[in-house]
């Protein structure tokens, strides 16, 4: 079956210090790649997604993924993260044009000031 | 633009007792709409989606059923709940199955007692 893993479930960083959380799936074919975020108390919302192109994906507030096909992997990265970076994101993947999104089990990202 | 509205946002319900969550989405004509469960410490599953009135399809085989009686709104049921039912309950929609993106409601935290 298909499936999202994502390694890290906490990660704890102090301001300024770089970020990249894994995310590896497991299906072989045509996906679509997402990384949502969910701050405290607010929606779900989007932070970037790759369809097709560049591997290098820029989403909003300076985060980046990357698409390695050969690893399966869509690992998010930021530089350089600030204290409102705080949040929990999940990675997920949906086999091009199908209905269905496969989430990963989520990272709690806590960021000291 | 498009909104995505959810009620209640907390409810707290005792073990046995009938659940009706709402979603309701504006802005946007036959979307494709999901209805996804968030347990502690793991990702969101796949419980419901549909493609249209009326038209629903199950992922996971549980006490809960879903209904599309109108193009933009989309209920969450049980007759009786379970303790297990306790979680938050997320809805999203989409405008395209291929290279589209999952837009997530507020939720509904539930509480079975």
């Known amino acids: 079956a298909q499936s999202v893993s994502q390694h890290n479930h906490h990660v704890i960083l102090s301001e300024a210090a770089s970020l990249e959380l894994g995310c590896n799936y497991s299906?072989?074919?045509?996906?679509?790649l997402f990384w949502y975020v969910q701050y405290p108390g607010q929606h779900l919302q989007l932070l970037l997604k790759y369809f097709s192109g560049d591997p290098l994906v820029k989403g909003i507030k300076g985060f980046e993924a990357e698409f390695i096909k050969s690893k399966f992997s869509f690992n998010l990265r930021k530089p350089s993260v600030q204290w409102s970076d705080t949040a929990e994101y999940f990675c997920?993947?949906?086999?091009?044009?199908?209905?269905?999104?496969?989430f990963g089990s989520g990272t709690r990202l806590l960021v000291r000031p | 633009s498009q909104t995505i509205h959810q009620w209640p946002a907390t409810l707290v319900q005792p073990v046995g007792s009938p659940l009706s969550l709402e979603c309701t989405v504006e802005?946007?004509?036959?979307?494709?709409l999901y209805w996804y469960r968030q347990a502690a410490g793991r990702g969101l599953q796949l419980l419901f989606y549909?493609?249209?009135?009326?038209?629903i399809s199950s992922e996971v085989p549980q006490n809960l059923s879903a209904s599309r009686p109108q193009d933009r709104q989309f209920i969450l049921s049980s007759k009786k709940l379970l303790l297990s039912d306790s979680g938050f309950y997320l809805c999203?929609?989409?405008?395209?199955?291929?290279?589209?993106?999952?837009?997530f409601g507020p939720g509904t935290r539930l509480t079975v007692l």
């Open positions: 997920a993947v949906k086999k091009d044009s199908s209905y269905k999104l496969i």
């Open positions: 299906y072989g074919g045509t996906v679509n």
């Open positions: 802005g946007t004509s036959n979307p494709n």
């Open positions: 999203a929609w989409t405008v395209l199955a291929g290279k589209d993106t999952q837009y």
């Open positions: 549909s493609v249209g009135i009326g038209q």
